[in-house]
């Protein structure tokens, strides 16, 4: 089984993607999307952008390495009757069924920064993007002091080194890295551009539910639990993340929950 695939099958990732879907529509809305256009999804799990941007007309391609990301992706897709819209699954290191210059539009958000050989990641992106189409990826910046990264943080200090040869999908997050990367794939360094923006959590339950949400649903966070079990520390980590949760928490209704992160935006002109 490849370890990644098992990563994001071994929960259900859809409970947390729930609480994303507000600003997933709002950062597809900036992308300038355009009837007609073909638009490839990367890591779309069950349709946080690619849902939205079938709805603005593209024809979207999403993948994903977990199959029941792609089963609830093409349910939502049916659901919405965007026959504009489909699902597969794939593996960002290696599309292989998928044409070179075929996508107007690449798009991972917090998607292809988990697959591993990163290099081969942008390769492939670069491939399949056409020639004067556009790629936009949404990365968690390493040591950033808000949410995401924040869980990613704590997690690791509970789960057992990474096997030698781990490259950190956080790297993702470092300009210098992602410049290299598509260098190496063959793109000009000038046409390679970055801003800092922010991706809300925001859902109808309190802050304890969304820790929940993540325990039990979310790959890392439950790696990191069945090795604080095994520690006896798994009381540590619940209230390492408890107090993390709340402190981010920008709801003013303590039975809801509006907490940012910060990533880095990456724009590719290929």
Avoid at 4 to 20: H, Q, R, S, V, Y
Avoid at 28 to 33: E, R, S
Avoid at 107 to 119: E, L, R, W
Wanted: net charge negative; hydrophobic share 40%; charged share 20%.
């Amino acid at each position: 089984m490849n370890p990644n695939k098992a990563l994001w099958e071994k929960g259900d990732f859809t409970k947390i993607a729930e609480t994303m879907r507000e600003s997933g529509e709002a950062l597809v809305a900036q992308l300038g999307i355009t009837k007609g256009i073909n638009v490839l999804d990367l890591g779309c799990g069950d349709g946080t952008t690619a849902i939205p941007e079938a709805r603005l007309g593209a024809v979207v391609t999403g993948v994903d390495i977990a199959t029941n990301l792609v089963e609830a992706g093409n349910k939502r897709a049916a659901a919405e009757g965007l026959s504009n819209c489909s699902f597969q699954e794939g593996d960002a290191t290696d599309l292989n069924a998928l044409q070179d210059e075929s996508y107007d539009l690449v798009v991972s958000i917090f998607g292809a920064m988990f697959a591993p050989k990163p290099m081969d990641v942008a390769k492939e992106m670069v491939r399949v993007t056409k020639k004067g189409g556009r790629i936009i990826m949404g990365n968690w910046i390493p040591g950033d002091p808000t949410l995401v990264a924040q869980i990613l943080k704590i997690s690791s200090a509970y789960t057992p080194p990474p096997p030698e040869g781990f490259i950190s999908p956080m790297l993702w997050g470092v300009e210098s890295n992602v410049t290299e990367r598509f260098v190496n794939a063959g793109v000009p360094a000038e046409q390679i551009s970055f801003m800092r923006d922010s991706f809300s959590f925001i859902a109808p339950f309190p802050a304890a539910e969304l820790v929940s949400r993540f325990k039990n649903f979310y790959g890392p966070t439950m790696n990191a639990f069945e090795a604080a079990e095994k520690n006896g520390k798994a009381a540590d980590l619940q209230r390492e993340l408890e107090e993390l949760f709340n402190s981010q928490n920008k709801s003013n209704d303590s039975g809801s929950v509006s907490i940012p992160a910060t990533f880095l935006r990456v724009t590719v002109t290929r």
